[in-house]
């Protein structure tokens, strides 16, 4: 029996700062000027602005010049899909936009406020592990598509999308494209520009930066209409006084991805398999949900017949695992996870789902001690179950 | 990994999700239909669908029209593990008549309160009881009147009763509200009942695993 621990294993949910960040951030507290004034105190924190742009673009690939500071991903992707809008009520002779089934609330929720407003919406489908079936978006792409936009790599399953021939095609038909790749930062190589994308999201704080704090990245000649309206900052294309602290720590943690990338890539896999193999062979009929060969390295999503995702939440977080589900009674909805159930996932697995996602700060410890204890809370579940599993 | 804020203020730091009744229930459910226990039932009840993501099994042993013992099982959340739990104590030593009455708002609140998203999880552990007095009543060929007892009226103006809408739903009569509508009348005439009876509806086509359909359109009437 390992000692008890505490083990955060919901790193796509959220993730802890860094403490190279939290540092980065505190040195710069003091720099409380208006990064828009002309006198020191705001050329300082202009200074700030600059270098976490630069950090940033260092990142993903791209001009410093094509990243611009949001409040976080779901800013961008309203941004993107209200640019798309905007264009198309003044008239563009493209007047589709092309989505998947399993892009994040921040997508699918814009999408159906524009459908709902009569604006033409394809939505792509997914095959069992999760990837987007290429032969419907080729059919759905044609000389009216305005804009495609697909995820990098999903929240819940962590299957990765194949975005640079997505993004071939989509240009090929003359569309334009945006991935929102909030879940792939720092854990896969992102390229804006070899991936030859319009438009990118991201949020700080899914890569141990602040919350509060995300990045547009618009490529030069793509369009662009502010979504709120304000002061000249970035342009005059997303007003409100420059967040300093934030860009500082969003800066710091983009720094810290690039330089440790292939190494916390590797080491998020060899942990995610551990876990994966070793849940399977303690746990009778544990499935595991997605596309195995294309995934987030740290993203690790099951699910146990006969027992129920928010059951499994519980007892876990009572010993100090904290994971999150895709069953309906953990979101206070009546549905279970749309991402489960778009790949095609049994209703009862998708209530039965349990996502693990690893982060910098774990250990293979922790990773033990999962395994040590989630069999026995299934078990005992299961023991209670209506349907008693039988193996 | 390091834990969770050391230095944290105490205005900061979290309640369980649920109240600590809840939260024992659930860590300790009392009675529980054990694999392989000799419990023998008088009545068995099973409701809910694995689809809704929520199903229970009661069976209750029966003396002199006195619950004497019962166990349950669920496929449910944490809800409605605390829920049939707390149920299962209150009405044990209840008559039949008693246990038929128990309310999800009784078991609620000897819960010391569910989160108000979660009270839907906590009606099945009451149908499933209510299901199994019908069947012990049913074996033992004997009349029941309890369950128009405990039925409510939603219509008032057209006499819909809960029971009513949800024998409908049961026995595939009605598979949206046109339907439902057309052969009970709910809410033709004045009218108040129709968020009740609609919010109603959907919930049973939930827990009895149904399928809401697209009412046909009718022809423009002449």
Known sequence: ??????????????????????????????????????????????????????????????????????????????????????????????????????????????????????????????DESGMIKMDELKKALGPDVLLVSVMTGNNETGTIQPIEEISKLAHECGALMHSDATQAIGKIEVNFRDWNLDYLSLSGHKFYGPKGIGVLAKKHKAPFFPFIHGGHQEGGYRPGTYNTMGICGIGKAAELAKKNLQEEHDKLWAMREKLRKGLLETIPGAVVNGNQEHCLPGTLDMSFPSAEGESILLYLDM?????????????????????????????????GSVRFSLGRYNTMEDVDYVIEKLPPIIERIRSMSTRPFVG | MKGRGNNMAESFKANWVYTDIVKDHFMNPRNIWKQGEDFVADGEGEVGSLACGDQMKIGIQVKDDKIVDLRWLTYG???????????????????????????????????GGLPDYKFHCSVLGDKALRAAIDDYLKKNNRENNLKSSVAQLLCECNNVTDERIEELIDTDQVTNLDELRDITHYGTQCGKCKKKVSDYFYEMMHIHGKTVTTPAKKDAEA
């Open chain 1, 1 to 126: 029996m390992m000692e008890n621990r505490f083990v955060y294993m919901d790193n796509n949910a959220t993730t802890q700062m860094a403490p190279e960040v939290w540092d980065a951030m505190v040195e710069v507290k003091d720099l409380y000027g208006n990064a828009s004034s002309m006198h020191s105190v705001g050329r300082e924190a202009a200074a700030v602005v600059a270098k976490g742009r630069e950090q940033l673009a260092s990142l993903i690939n791209c001009d410093p010049g094509e990243i611009f500071f949001t409040s976080g991903a779901t800013e961008s992707n309203n941004t993107v899909l209200n640019i798309a809008r905007l264009l198309i009520d003044k008239g563009s002779e493209r007047n589709r936009i092309i989505t998947t089934s399993i892009e994040h609330p921040a997508t699918t929720e814009t999408v159906k406020f524009l459908q709902d407003r009569n604006y033409k919406i394809d939505v792509i489908p997914v």
């Open chain 1, 319 to 351: 010993e100090g695992i904290e994971v999150s589900t895709g069953s309906a009674c953990a979101t206070g909805s009546l549905e279970p996870s749309y991402v489960l159930l778009a790949g095609g996932l049994d209703i009862e697995l998708a209530h």
């Open chain 2, 77 to 111: 959340c944490a809800s409605a593990i605390a829920s049939t739990s707390a149920m299962s104590e209150l009405a044990k030593g209840m008559t039949i008549q008693e246990a038929y009455k128990l309310t999800p708002a009784a078991v609620t609140e000897a819960l």
